[in-house]
């Protein structure tokens, strides 16, 4: 073997052995009021935080653990959403949470209920080429009725990169015509009627995808949030794509 040749083997094994080194895992997590010291010898609200942490090559595991956590401390938090929040971690998240909730049960003695919060981070797909996570927050603040959304995170396992919904796909207008039936399918809306016939808001009467799409190993995930394109009362809207049907149009390869 020449030198030029042995110089391209150990740089083949080198990057072998760099590939194998850059698995990252999974594991559950979970943070609940009792687990912050300011509900040591006072009544705490519910707060319950499940998450997940990755471990693997360090540079990138921090990346997308630290979008993860960002996401919870955001979701958590009570001051002005134009600011950037205060917590700096998940438990401190938790903490100004209740901090929160004891300084406005303090003004408003008659407040009724207390707080409640519950923020979940998932793994929904894990391939060599993406990772994907679903996102979940429901918060009581008081009033009529709590608030909750749904949202889905795509990152690039080699970088921590996040990935679009829209990078998902190969043909998104093909996807996005192929979607609209499967909606129209799942609410019974004739493919001759208006969108909207049935009390949607799509704007324009015009059918559109969802901000955040899911996928799974078996699913691709259309999910519209209460608001989104119909009233609170309606709840949140999901539809499931089987990930066979749409394959033609998607980007991703199990």
Known sequence: ???????????????????????????????????????????????????????????????????????????????????????????????????????????????????????????????PHLLSFELKNYLFTGGAHGYGSTIFLHVDPLTGAEISSEALFKDLNGFKAFAEKKFREANGIPISENINTTGFWFENDTFTLPEYIGITDQHIILRYNQYDIASYAAGPIEVLIPRKEAETYLKIKS
Do not use: Q
Not at 11 to 20: D, V
Not at 34 to 51: G, K, L, N
Not at 72 to 94: Q, Y
């Open 1 to 127: 073997m020449n030198n030029k040749s042995l110089v391209v083997l150990l740089w083949s094994l080198m990057g072998l052995s760099c590939a194998k080194e850059n698995v990252l895992t999974v594991s559950p997590n979970n943070l609940t009021e009792a687990d912050v010291a300011v509900c040591d010898d006072a009544f705490c609200p519910e707060v319950t935080v499940s998450y997940v942490i990755v471990s693997g090559e360090s540079s990138i595991a921090e990346t997308i653990n630290t979008k993860i956590e960002t996401f919870i401390i955001k979701a958590l938090n009570l001051g002005d959403p134009e600011e950037e929040p205060k917590a700096a971690t998940v438990a401190e998240a938790i903490t100004h949470f209740i901090e929160m909730y004891r300084i406005h049960s303090a003004e408003f003695p008659d407040m009724g209920a207390a707080y409640f919060a519950n923020v979940s981070v998932t793994e929904t797909f894990h391939a």
